[in-house]
């Protein structure tokens, strides 16, 4: 059983920064793709960034040039780094493992990012 321990978040002002977390606890973390993944109050999940097993990554539009994303494969872990942080950022951020050869999905218990004055 893969456990994701997602931490890092909590409230900061808009234009702030925080750094999410996510450690996976199951064997063959660097031969899964991993993301972050967010749902606000009354929408849909969205994604918010992917890395693949080679390390490249992929944003959505909104956090382009804001976030990075990157992995630590001797620590199983991968680090969200959020700067310039604005109120549509608010959500519950979920961390993701994906397998690719079998398409198998985990998913992290989330963790809160509130963006307020």
């Known amino acids: 059983q893969v456990q994701l321990v997602e931490s890092g978040g909590g409230l900061v002002q808009p234009g702030g920064s925080l750094i999410l977390s996510c450690a996976s606890s199951?064997?063959?973390?660097?031969?899964?793709?991993m993301g972050w993944y967010r749902q606000a109050p009354g929408k849909q999940r969205e994604l918010v960034a992917t890395i693949t097993i080679g390390g490249n990554t992929k944003y959505a539009d909104s956090v382009k040039g804001r976030f990075t994303l990157s992995r630590d494969n001797a620590k199983n872990t991968v680090y969200l780094q959020m700067h310039s942080l604005n109120p549509e950022d608010t959500a519950v951020y979920f961390c993701?493992?994906?397998?690719?050869?079998?398409?198998?999905?985990?998913w992290g218990q989330g963790t809160q990012v509130t963006v307020s004055s």
């Open positions: 993701n493992q994906h397998n690719p050869w079998s398409g198998r999905d985990d």
């Open positions: 199951g064997s063959g973390f660097s031969m899964h793709a």
